[in-house]
C-alpha cells in the first residue's frame, strides 16, 4: 500500500541554518502531497501541498517541490528561526478510494531551534 | 478559515468507563477524521466518515466506535476505557470537491489520561 517515509528526528539547528527534512513516498497513481506542521500543544496545520510532478509548495519561507522521478517532497527553508522548532508531517492523498479525502502521514520529524 | 472544534482539551477518565470525544467543523466538511498520536507512532487512523452516518474503519479501530448524526459533528466513543487508550486524539475534516487535492483541517486535540 501506500506509504510515507521521513528521516529521523529530532533534527537540532541554530537559528538562520538551512532546514531540509527529507520525505519519501510509494504510491500508485499520482497522489497529492502535504507538508503538516505541529506547534507544542496544539494540531497539525497545513503548511504546504503539491497536487502533480513538479509542482512546488512554498509558504513562510517554506518549500517543496514534488518530484516524481525520486518520489521525493522534501521540506526546506533558507533560514530557521527559534519559532519554527516544532513536528514536521509529511503527508500523501490516497487516491483510488473514492474521495474520501483519506491522508497517509508520515512519523513526523522533529525540529529544534536554538538561539 | 475552517474551524475545527474540539470539546475537551484535556481529559482524565478512568478505566471501564464510556467516554466521549466530540469534534465539530464549520465549513460543511463532507469528510470526517479522528486520529491517534503516540511518541514515536506518528498519527494512526481510528475511524473516518465520508457522509452522515456512514463511517469507515481506519488502522486501529479496536476498542472505539463512532457516530456522525449530523454533518457537522463526529464523535468518537471508547466503548469501556483502558490504559493503554491513553493518548492524544486528534479529529479532522475536508472537503469532497475538487477531488483529493483537499488539505484536511484539524483540531488541537485532546489529551485523554486513562487512569
Not at chain 2, 511518541?39 to 466506535?65: A, C, N, Q, T
Not at chain 2, 463512532?66 to 491513553?86: C, D, G, M, P
Not at chain 2, 486524539?89 to 484536511?104: E, F, K, M, W
Amino acid at each position: 500500500g501506500d506509504s510515507v517515509t521521513q528521516m529521523e528526528g529530532p533534527v537540532t539547528l541554530s537559528e538562520e541554518a538551512f532546514l531540509t527534512i527529507n520525505c519519501t513516498y510509494t504510491a500508485t497513481g499520482y497522489p497529492s502531497l502535504f507538508w503538516y506542521v505541529q506547534y507544542p500543544g496544539e494540531g497539525l496545520q497545513l503548511l504546504l501541498k503539491a497536487t502533480k510532478a513538479d509542482d512546488k509548495g512554498s509558504n513562510k519561507g517554506f518549500e517543496a517541490t514534488y518530484r516524481k522521478e525520486t518520489t521525493s517532497f522534501h521540506l526546506e527553508k533558507g533560514s530557521v528561526q527559534v519559532s519554527d522548532s516544532a513536528v514536521y508531517f509529511c503527508a500523501l492523498s490516497e487516491r483510488g478510494s473514492g474521495n474520501t479525502g483519506k491522508l497517509i502521514f508520515g512519523q513526523g520529524t522533529t525540529l529544534q531551534v536554538k538561539p | 478559515d475552517v474551524k475545527v472544534t474540539q470539546s475537551s482539551r484535556y481529559l482524565v477518565k478512568r478505566t471501564g468507563e464510556k467516554v466521549f470525544l466530540e469534534c465539530v467543523q464549520d465549513m460543511d466538511h463532507e469528510n470526517m477524521f479522528w486520529y491517534r498520536q503516540d511518541p514515536g507512532l506518528g498519527l494512526r487512523l481510528i475511524y473516518f466518515s465520508y457522509d452522515v452516518k456512514m463511517k469507515e474503519k481506519g488502522d486501529i479501530p479496536e476498542g472505539y466506535s463512532v457516530s456522525r448524526e449530523k454533518k457537522e459533528r463526529f464523535s468518537l466513543i471508547l466503548e469501556s476505557a483502558s490504559t493503554n487508550q491513553t493518548s492524544m486524539y486528534l479529529c479532522a475534516s475536508s472537503s469532497t470537491s475538487r477531488g483529493s487535492n483537499q488539505p484536511q483541517h484539524f483540531g488541537d486535540g485532546t489529551r485523554l489520561s486513562i487512569l
